[in-house]
């Protein structure tokens, strides 16, 4: 819900000089998913689990990605936006703030919806260092994740074989 208010504060007060309607994109079946859309009317899109080519094109569709959960241990998605090449905004209180360089691949922000929709709106109204953010994003993400393959081989395969108690 700190996302969904901080979406609803700056729809509130639009910036100076109009522009275009920010819409945000609340993916995943959530138990706030049916108030984000009452709360937020035509500027949320709650879409339920979204997957494959529509997660991708999700991605490529957007400016930036929100991530203000506080519990997850690693988010993929904050992975996922960034190799997409979006400036990643994570909450200062999580782990996912070690996945980014602040300044350089986004930024931590802290708990309350206001401190979320000043970054928000500092990143949308700065086309050029949003894109210079999310360039740096998409880099730093093919550094840490070569292939597939080399992930799930390296990273995942032994942590699943020693949970499964197999041997080397």
């Known amino acids: 819900m700190v996302l969904a208010e901080a979406v609803r504060l700056l ?5 100076a000089g109009g522009g275009e309607s920010l819409v945000a994109v609340f993916a995943g079946e959530g138990e706030d998913r049916a108030r984000i859309a009452e709360m937020l009317g035509p500027n949320a899109r709650c879409p339920g689990p979204v997957l494959g080519d529509d997660l991708a094109r ?5 400016d930036l990605l929100a991530h203000p959960s506080e519990i997850e241990s690693f988010g993929n998605t904050v ?9 990643a905004l994570v909450c200062a209180r999580s782990a996912a703030r070690r996945q980014i360089v602040e300044g350089v691949t986004g930024f931590a922000v802290g708990p309350a919806p206001a401190e979320w929709a000043a970054a928000i709106r500092a990143l949308l109204h700065d086309p050029a260092r949003r894109a210079a953010i ?3 994003a998409r880099a730093a993400m093919e550094i840490r994740f070569t292939d597939w393959r080399s992930v799930v081989t390296e990273k995942f395969l ?4 020693k949970a499964a108690g197999w041997p080397g």
Do not use: K, N, Q
């Open 11 to 15: 729809t509130e007060r639009p910036p």
């Open 58 to 62: 999700l991605y490529a569709s957007a």
């Open 79 to 87: 992975s996922e936006g960034m190799a997409a090449g979006l400036p």
């Open 134 to 136: 999310g360039r740096a």
């Open 158 to 161: 032994p942590v699943w074989r």
